[in-house]
């Protein structure tokens, strides 16, 4: 449940609950989900040791990969590997920025003397390699309602039942969307 939703599920309930319990129970709610959010942020990049200074690491990955209409999904992959540059530079028309974010990573890992062997384990059990993107789902359900043809929609849920495992033969299924996938607009209930 989200924070605005949490607000004014305490509007309504003010009548009921005293308003400083309420005040109190969101104060520890974002406290909750802030530790949440470090603590799941620092696995994904596989970090064994958390520390505070962590949290702006991680907060500087996300502007920059924001900025940059980073696929998310293959960033955290790509990271777990050795040789991460290789892949992870085609991803940014302007390097400067994740090149810097980069050294600060490599120097954290360094601090706690990370073995890259059990790095990228770690890293791999927590980043999966394949997501439901929106433009397969919707070849998916296109061909399902056009042709009554299904095999996408069985290929995806086979895919997506291991997407933490190597498939080398669903290596089309990393791609970012293409284009036309990019002006896709969906909801929840899609």
Known sequence: IGYWNLACLARALTPLVPIEALRETL?????AFNNCAHELM???LGLRER????????MDLLDVLAEARADYTNFFRGLSGTDCLSVLLPMFTESRRIKL??????HRLEQENSDDKERRERMNRVNPKYVLRNYRAQVAIEK??????????????????RPFDEQPEMH???QPAPEWG????VSCSS
């Not at 104060?27 to 406290?31: P, S, V």
């Not at 520390?51 to 991680?58: A, G, I, K, P, T």
């Open 27 to 31: 104060a520890e709610y974002g406290t």
């Open 42 to 44: 620092c696995r994904k």
């Open 51 to 58: 520390r505070e200074d962590d949290r702006q690491l991680w």
């Open 101 to 106: 974010w980069l050294d600060l990573y490599r």
């Open 144 to 161: 399902a309602v056009r042709v009554r043809d299904y095999s996408e929609i069985e290929r995806l849920r086979l895919l997506l039942s």
């Open 172 to 174: 089309e299924y990393t």
């Open 182 to 185: 990019k002006r896709l607009t």
